[in-house]
């Protein structure tokens, strides 16, 4: 499985998002806001699945701001950040 395909499954299975499936989560559109609609409590719930599942570290608030962007964003980042 993918880093995207990963990153889908994990958000709907520990985001709870029973609206949603994986294969319904483009990799462009944005996570927050208008796209997926995740709220702030949502991102503090990315960053522990983010470690959890790929173990990379989001300490920074402006390189999370950039990696929630979307999918592909958060995709990117973790396979530059990946031990």
Not at 37 to 63: N, P, Q, R, T
């Amino acid at each position: 499985m993918d880093i995207r395909a990963a990153l889908k499954k994990a958000i709907v299975e520990d985001l709870r998002l029973e609206d949603v499936t994986p294969e319904e989560i483009g990799d462009a559109a944005p996570l927050f806001g208008e796209g997926l609609g995740l709220d702030s409590l949502d991102a503090i719930e990315l960053v522990v699945l983010v470690k959890k599942y790929f173990g990379v570290d989001l300490e920074d608030a402006e390189d999370a701001k950039k990696a929630f962007a979307s999918i592909d964003a958060l995709a990117a980042y973790i396979e530059e950040h990946r031990n």
